[in-house]
């Protein structure tokens, strides 16, 4: 349980660590928080040749929040989004989401980034970029960074759309529309264990405060953030509907810990319980 | 070719060490075999048993998922340095000693910094604040009763003794 030899890399600003990146290629990982690649590394499931250590890159360590969402920068650990009121105040889910990432200790090293970049497809955070369109913003030495939709970011399990050479140097949380509420629920064996099936919900109203929009993203159910739009579903508050829809669409597969019918169970549940919240919240900001 | 070493510097519990290290040596293994701070134990090493908990900047870490090169310059406590001056025990430590908040006491190291940071944070927890605050530190002998009785007891010495 230890990791394999590698060389460290300390760049002390955003330029270096993008020319160590590109020298190291294929070869070289980030490192942030570590909290998902060091027990990698101690498992020894990877052994990159070299390290590039950016938490000496004070630049990456930001957190913006206004009116159009919040860009959480490479450096900033789930603690201190999840502690931020004016990103709870542009963005509801990011906190609701990150209170069920883990426990406090590997909260306060984990980054935000580093958890869109890891892409397990049971991790809440991939699923809230997801479910609010948001964005990656990807730096490479040498040309000008690219921001790729979530839609696109996520390519499979622990897969993102990061080429070798490149740095997700922040990402974007859009804000929700107005008259908008958010949830998300999940079921893990322990708390802060990874869950068995999740779902974050996002439910939009019309002037009425009638359903205008209803998306949820699923997690545990698929590779990717499974985003699935039940709008025409929820129609009438019908959460009923909308959990059907779920469980019809979702595809999940059997594991050693939950079988796939258990997993479409839990998500149909879950999506019910989530969309409803969602559009009490919903009301009580209108 | 021998592996190429990094001279770091910690403030552990208020001491400036220096250590020459690989860049691959975790935190926990600097503290114990580097240092001789035995006191962090090592549990899972993959983050999951919560033993080596230790305090980084005041903040509660996985030492086995932090490299030592990566927080040099950083300040560290371990269970060592939670005693107060002349050895005194915390209230944290003194109210796991009175409510039997450990038994074979390998857990308790992590448990001890885990729950120093929580109470400063949060002085006055509810019940359910404290099992989400313990949520990441698991104890294989006890169950966690007496650990939640020492963490409300802790609260109560250190709000006596303020």
Redesign the interface.
């Known amino acids: ?8 890399h ?1 760049p002390r600003d955003l330029g270096a660590a993008l020319a160590a990146l590109a020298e190291a290629g294929a070869r070289g990982k980030v ?1 942030a928080g ?2 998902s690649l ?2 990698m ?3 020894r499931l990877a052994a990159p040749e070299h ?1 590039i ?1 950016i ?1 000496g890159v004070a630049e990456l360590d930001t957190l913006e929040a206004g009116p159009a969402g919040v860009t959480v920068g490479a450096l900033a650990r789930h ?1 201190r989004v999840e502690r931020s009121a004016e990103a709870a105040e542009a963005q509801p889910l990011l906190g609701q989401a990150l209170r069920l990432v ?5 909260r ?2 984990g980054t935000v980034v580093g958890s869109l970049v890891h892409a397990d497809p049971a991790a809440e955070l991939p699923a809230v970029l997801a479910l609010l369109g948001g964005s990656v913003r990807l730096a490479r030495a040498g040309a000008a960074p690219r921001d790729v939709p979530a839609a696109e970011f996520f390519t499979g399990p622990m897969e993102s759309a990061v080429r070798p050479g490149e740095l997700a140097v922040s990402a974007f949380f859009p804000a929700p529309p107005p008259r908008s509420g958010t949830a998300f629920r999940e079921v893990a064996r ?3 264990d990874y869950a068995l099936a999740g779902v974050a919900a996002l439910v939009a109203l019309d002037d009425d405060l009638r359903v205008a929009q209803a998306r949820v993203a699923c997690v545990g159910v698929g590779p990717v953030p499974l985003v699935l739009d039940v709008t025409e579903e929820s129609a009438g508050d019908d959460w009923a509907a909308a959990a059907r829809a779920v469980r019809e669409r979702a595809e999940p597969e059997d594991d050693i810990h939950a079988t796939a019918g258990y997993r479409r169970h839990l998500a149909g549940v879950l999506a019910e319980q989530a969309l409803r919240e969602a559009a009490l919240e919903g009301r009580a900001n209108a | 070719m021998p ?2 070493t ?1 001279d770091i510097t910690l403030t552990v519990n208020g001491v400036v060490r220096h250590a020459t290290v ?3 040596r ?1 935190l926990s ?1 600097c503290l114990r075999h580097d240092l001789g701070l035995t006191g962090t134990h090592v549990g ?4 999951v048993c ?1 033993c080596c ?1 230790v305090l ?1 900047d005041g ?4 030492s ?4 030592a ?3 040099s310059g950083h300040e560290i406590t371990t269970v060592e340095g939670l005693a107060g001056p002349g050895g005194r025990m915390s209230p944290v430590q003194r109210a796991f000693a009175e409510c039997h908040g450990l038994q074979c006491g390998f857990c308790t190291p992590g448990f001890l910094c ?1 729950v120093t940071a ?1 109470l400063r944070e949060n002085p006055a927890p509810t019940d359910a604040e404290v099992v ?2 313990l ?2 530190n698991l104890c294989r002998c006890t169950g966690y009763q007496n650990i939640v009785k020492s963490v409300h007891r802790a609260a109560e010495l250190i709000a006596e003794e303020s």
């Open positions: 349980m230890k990791p394999p030899p590698f060389d460290h300390a490192l570590g909290q060091i027990p590394l101690n498992m390290l250590d938490n603690s883990a426990h406090p200790a590997i306060n090293r322990r708390h802060g | 592996e190429r990094h690989p860049a691959r975790l293994d899972c090493e993959h983050g919560g908990t980084l903040e509660p870490v996985r086995c998922l932090t490299f090169v990566t927080v885990t929580l989400e605050g949520s990441g």
